[in-house]
């Protein structure tokens, strides 16, 4: 089956810097790449997601890039806020219907920005 | 919310004790899921469904099981709860206003 490393499990920056989390995946049937994130208590909500079809996605400060070829998929955060901290999570699936809606999630990164 | 509710939110229990959790949508989704978020882990699936009284294992499933006999209620049954079945457990549905896993605000679950 699917699976999928997230690098680095925690990071540290200063308010107004950029952070960037990277995600690898191990089945090249993948083409739904989602990215979730999670404040403490809370469930985890979908932030910004990324088809095959297209290699870089933005909304406002976040931004995923996605190689296909190498099968990694990067999030990219900027001018980073206090907000901003929480653990992202990212994930794959092959978003085809039945039973591949199934997603596979990295372990999680802790991001935490310091004023 | 995407009209996904759960419960109990909270419950401790002893080993050995049956204990089913409750996952509830109300906009008539054909996917659900169960997840376990342990630290250190991540999300991990235990079961998911595509429709009713049909369900499947996902990658986490032992000592879990399923049933889904309405379109609207997915209940997760540990059959004789384990300490290592303490999990903080999230129902999701695939919907919502992206095509997306939409998740539930959880179960705390203690095994004592």
């Known amino acids: 089956g699917e699976n999928v490393e997230q690098h680095p499990s925690t990071l540290s920056v200063q308010e107004g810097d950029s952070a960037v989390i990277k995600c690898t995946y191990s089945d090249s049937a993948s083409n739904y790449f989602p990215w979730y994130k999670q404040e403490l208590g809370k469930r985890p909500q979908l932030i910004i997601d990324?088809?095959?079809?297209?290699g870089e996605k933005k909304d406002q400060r976040i931004a995923v890039t996605l190689n296909k070829t190498a099968k990694h998929f990067s999030l990219h955060i900027t001018e980073t806020q206090p907000e901003d901290s929480a653990v992202y999570f990212c994930?794959?699936?092959?978003?085809?219907?039945?039973?591949?809606?199934?997603?596979?999630f990295g372990k999680g990164t802790l991001l935490t920005v310091n004023p | 919310d995407a009209g996904i509710t759960q419960s109990p939110r909270h419950k401790v229990t002893e080993t050995g004790t049956p204990v089913t959790l409750r996952c509830h949508q109300t906009?008539?989704?054909?996917?659900m899921y169960w997840y376990r978020q342990d630290p250190g882990h991540g999300l991990r699936l235990i079961h998911y469904s595509y429709g009713v009284k049909d369900t499947d294992k996902g990658e986490v499933s032992d000592g879990y099981s399923v049933s889904r006999s309405k379109t609207e209620d997915f209940l997760l049954t540990l059959e004789s709860a384990t300490s290592s079945q303490t999990s903080v457990y999230f129902c999701a549905i695939h919907g919502g206003s992206h095509n997306e896993q939409f998740f539930g605000p959880g179960t705390r679950l203690t095994v004592l």
């Open positions: 994930a794959a699936s092959i978003g085809s219907g039945g039973s591949n809606y199934k997603l596979t």
């Open positions: 906009e008539n989704h054909r996917y």
């Open positions: 990324i088809r095959s079809n297209v």
